[in-house]
């Protein structure tokens, strides 16, 4: 299996910036596609990012779609969320998870990712 740690999340202005960066540690980095979720108070845990195994594929929630980029490393078994123009309603708990599918069919449901972090909090104040 594999192991996450995301950091980087932080208070920041509306329109402000911030990386969001999850260490994988374990089996093979590079074996799993990723993603980022993430979970406003009260409500569910959403899809924000995924990216394939090599990198060479990447999906995005309309909502984030020209304001954020993911990206990873796989020498470094680091996965990124680079998040510009951030908005109020980007505030949430954001989560990195690691799927072994290579099929990105349910990338959207959290349910089809095997591996999760244990969050970030990311607040964006107004």
Known sequence: ?????ESGGGLVQA????RL??????RT???YAMGWFRQAPGK??????DIS???GNTYYAD???????????????TLYLQMNSLKPEDTAVYYCAARMSKFNAGILNPAYYNY???????TVSS
């Open 116 to 122: 999760w972090g244990q969050g970030t909090q990311v």
């Open 29 to 31: 980095f590079s074996s």
């Open 44 to 49: 569910e845990r959403v899809f924000v990012a």
């Open 15 to 18: 329109g402000g910036s911030l």
């Open 1 to 5: 299996q594999v192991q996450l740690v």
């Open 21 to 26: 960066t999850c260490a994988a540690s374990g």
């Open 53 to 55: 195994w090599t990198g």
């Open 63 to 77: 909502s984030v779609k020209g304001r954020f980029t993911i990206s990873r490393d796989n020498a470094k078994n």
